[in-house]
């Protein structure tokens, strides 16, 4: 180890704690808890430790912090069912809920660890009369929207409903396939955009607000209509680059999660999960020379630094769930030590110093100055993982008391294990294009 490194090191060490137990995260939850939203990621999508200590940070904020409801990484019309299940407005199971996870990765949220979680938030809402919901922030349900659309508009205002259909009936031809839609697109670039947009007018004018029986029927409403205009966008920045298509995405988070704090009230608080490359301010990555932008750097800009906190997790070593291609099976994958000059590798050295496998950092302003303040590799797997290969493309530099507020190190981890739904292999890649960077 040089001496910068060294001094980095010893720099850490002062912001850093070791932890066993729940009970030991309390400062770090402290810390975050008086936050309008607080963003906490994940270095994998397919590591049990990091839903298990995320599930365990959630349930203190929701319980004792008053948080009042989740927003996940996922698409909204399979999480609406969640919310409907955990506000005790259906009767399936968890496992059953889950089950309309059908697009690639399915153990992304289909896995024991979201079962265990929303089994809990279930029964929390009953026991204390609470109506603490979770909703997905993505932009993929091009055709989950436009179904679900046609259904509350078939409730609620009828004689509108042709006309509606009759527009959407331009994307009948592509057989519900969101990439072979985005593929044709460079055959008739105007692809059912005009369509779309006479269908988004009325329903985003507000008129049909009356009619909904609650406000919970309206936000379906509205958020599906929005979300068939932002995943048309997305598909269309994805094919011809006019825009960028990571942008557009988590632009679309960040619009989804301000109609959530909108409509769950002015006092309303959100917790936030994603991949750390979501929810990390891109202020302080190399993303930001590649032009894009984040969730959380987006937060911290729209709702003020003061009210927004963003918790990192990651490992050095162990085990992971991935797949080696887009559509491929689920794997066990072992994770490499981090390279030397990371800070998953430094992370590690500490632990050893600290006796402490498990450690959490708070970086207040005295952290954010002297040797963290220097650019560091950090790693980042996505569903698609080739570990020997990792060194070269898994990395991003990183101002890490920048790119996070906090940060939870765990020295070596375990792959999650998935429940049984249905896979849906026409559906468009939860995760696509950027397989290693979420």
């Given at each position: 180890m040089n001496m910068i490194q060294n001094d980095y090191l010893q720099a850490l060490e002062?912001?850093?704690?070791?932890?066993?137990?729940?009970?030991?995260?309390?400062?770090?939850?402290?810390?975050?808890?008086?936050?309008?939203?607080?963003?906490?990621?994940?270095?994998?999508?397919?590591?049990?430790?990091?839903?298990?200590?995320?599930?365990?940070?959630?349930?203190?904020?929701?319980?004792?912090?008053?948080?009042?409801?989740?927003?996940?990484?996922?698409?909204?019309?399979?999480?609406?069912?969640?919310?409907?299940?955990?506000?005790?407005?259906?009767?399936?199971?968890?496992?059953?809920?889950?089950?309309?996870y059908d697009?690639?990765?399915?153990?992304?949220?289909?896995?024991?660890?979201?079962?265990?979680?929303?089994e809990w938030l279930k029964s929390y809402n009953q026991n204390f009369k609470k109506n603490t919901g979770i909703h997905g922030l993505d932009v993929y349900s091009l055709f989950d929207s436009m179904d679900q659309v046609i259904k509350i508009m078939k409730k609620i205002d009828p004689a509108s409903v042709e006309q509606a259909?009759?527009?959407?009936?331009?994307?009948?031809?592509?057989?519900?396939?969101?990439m072979t839609y985005a593929r044709s697109l460079f055959k008739a670039p105007e692809g059912c955009k005009n369509e779309i947009l006479k269908v988004l007018e009325d329903l985003l004018s507000g008129r049909l607000e009356a009619k909904c029986d609650s406000p919970d029927v309206y936000l379906d409403l509205i958020q599906n209509a929005k979300l068939l205009r932002h995943s048309e966008d997305y598909y269309r920045a994805m094919i011809f680059g006019e825009e960028?298509?990571?942008?557009?995405?988590?632009?679309?988070?960040l619009d989804t999660l301000e109609s959530l704090l909108h409509h769950y009230g002015n006092?309303?608080?959100?917790?936030?999960?994603?991949?750390?490359?979501?929810?990390?301010?891109?202020?302080?990555?190399?993303?930001v020379n590649q032009g894009d932008v984040s969730l959380g750097g987006l937060a911290r800009e729209v709702l003020g630094e003061n009210k927004v906190a963003l918790i990192g997790m990651g490992t050095n070593s162990g085990?992971?769930?991935?797949?080696?291609?887009?559509?491929?099976?689920?794997?066990?994958?072992?994770?490499?030590?981090?390279?030397?000059?990371?800070?998953?590798?430094?992370?590690?050295?500490?632990?050893?110093?600290?006796?402490?496998?498990?450690?959490?950092?708070?970086?207040?302003?005295?952290?954010?100055?002297?040797?963290?303040?220097?650019?560091?590799?950090?790693?980042?797997?996505?569903?698609?993982?080739?570990?020997e290969s990792e060194s070269r493309r898994n990395y991003v530099q990183?101002?890490?008391?920048?790119?996070?507020?906090?940060?939870?190190?765990?020295?070596?981890?375990?792959?999650?294990?998935?429940?049984?739904?249905?896979?849906?292999?026409?559906?468009?890649?939860?995760?696509?294009?950027?397989?290693?960077?979420?």
């Open positions: 002062k912001s850093t704690k070791a932890f066993n137990d729940e009970t030991d995260l309390a400062p770090l939850i402290d810390f975050v808890g008086d936050k309008r939203v607080v963003m906490i990621g994940e270095s994998t999508h397919g590591t049990v430790e990091f839903y298990k200590w995320r599930n365990a940070i959630t349930q203190t904020l929701i319980s004792q912090y008053g948080f009042n409801f989740v927003a996940i990484e996922g698409d909204w019309p399979a999480t609406e069912k969640i919310n409907q299940f955990v506000k005790n407005k259906t009767y399936e199971d968890a496992n059953q809920a889950l089950g309309h697009r690639w990765p399915t153990w992304m949220w289909a896995n024991t660890e979201v079962a265990e979680f929303v259909e009759k527009y959407f009936s331009c994307l009948n031809q592509f057989s519900r396939d969101e960028n298509s990571w942008n557009v995405r988590d632009e679309h988070m006092q309303s608080k959100a917790v936030v999960w994603a991949h750390n490359s979501h929810i990390g301010d891109y202020k302080a990555t190399e993303m085990a992971v769930l991935a797949a080696d291609a887009w559509d491929g099976p689920a794997e066990i994958k072992m994770i490499p030590h981090g390279r030397s000059e990371s800070i998953e590798n430094l992370f590690h050295e500490l632990g050893k110093k600290m006796n402490g496998r498990q450690l959490f950092s708070i970086f207040n302003h005295a952290a954010k100055n002297g040797p963290l303040s220097k650019p560091i590799p950090h790693r980042a797997i996505g569903v698609v993982y080739q570990p990183s101002v890490i008391p920048e790119r996070y507020d906090a940060f939870v190190f765990i020295d070596e981890t375990n792959p999650i294990v998935p429940i049984g739904s249905h896979f849906n292999h026409l559906k468009f890649p939860e995760t696509y294009p950027f397989g290693t960077r979420i």
